[in-house]
């Protein structure tokens, strides 16, 4: 995700850490995270909820 959004991977981890905490991701992270899970199942085995849902 950093080369695709030209950020620095520490930077991008205290990102992921703060949006854990409930602060927004920038766009382009977040389309871009967005965009890495669509990729892999989920460890659980159930569909991924639709886009925009909680």
Not at 20 to 36: M, N, R
């Amino acid at each position: 995700m950093s080369q695709h959004t030209n950020i620095k991977m520490l930077a991008l981890a205290e990102m992921v850490i703060e949006w854990g905490l409930d602060a927004a991701l920038p766009p382009s992270v977040a389309t871009e995270l967005d965009k890495a899970a669509q990729q892999h199942p989920r460890a659980d085995g159930h569909p991924d909820p639709p886009q925009g849902a909680g």
